[in-house]
């Protein structure tokens, strides 16, 4: 069982950062690979980023490549997510996921375990 804990969420105006991070629970946190997703109002859940185990290979969906960088520290079993020149549209809550298998998925059912969320909102 792995549980995930994120923090670092809050109100920023556009142009502005936010750091996000992911606590897992456990000393297995190396051998899942991690991803970002989040969930704007009215919207569907989608795919931000995702990490390999290692840490060495990101995945990045278009609308944040650039922007966004996602990292990993397997000593501290924490996921990271640095936001820069952030968008009224980035505006969602922000939700860590854990995934047991060896490639990089961008949907929601290849995940085992899921964070609470953290909520981002980014003023205009």
């Known amino acids: 069982q792995v549980q995930l804990v994120e923090s670092g969420g809050g109100l920023v105006q556009a142009g502005g950062s936010l750091r996000l991070s992911c606590a897992s629970s456990?000393?297995?946190?190396?051998?899942?690979?991690m991803a970002w997703f989040r969930q704007a109002p009215g919207k569907e859940r989608e795919f931000v980023a995702a990490?390999?185990?290692?840490?060495?290979?990101?995945y990045y969906t278009d609308p944040v490549k650039g922007r966004f960088t996602i990292s990993r520290d397997n000593a501290k079993n924490t996921l990271y997510l640095q936001m820069n020149s952030l968008k009224p549209e980035d505006t969602a809550a922000y939700y860590c996921?854990?995934?047991?298998?060896?490639?990089?998925?961008?949907?929601?059912?290849?995940?085992?375990?899921w964070g609470q969320g953290t909520q981002v909102t980014v003023s205009s």
């Open positions: 996921a854990a995934s047991r298998n060896l490639e990089i998925f961008t949907t929601q059912g290849a995940y085992d375990y």
């Open positions: 456990g000393r297995t946190f190396s051998r899942y690979a």
């Open positions: 990490i390999t185990r290692s840490g060495i290979t990101p």
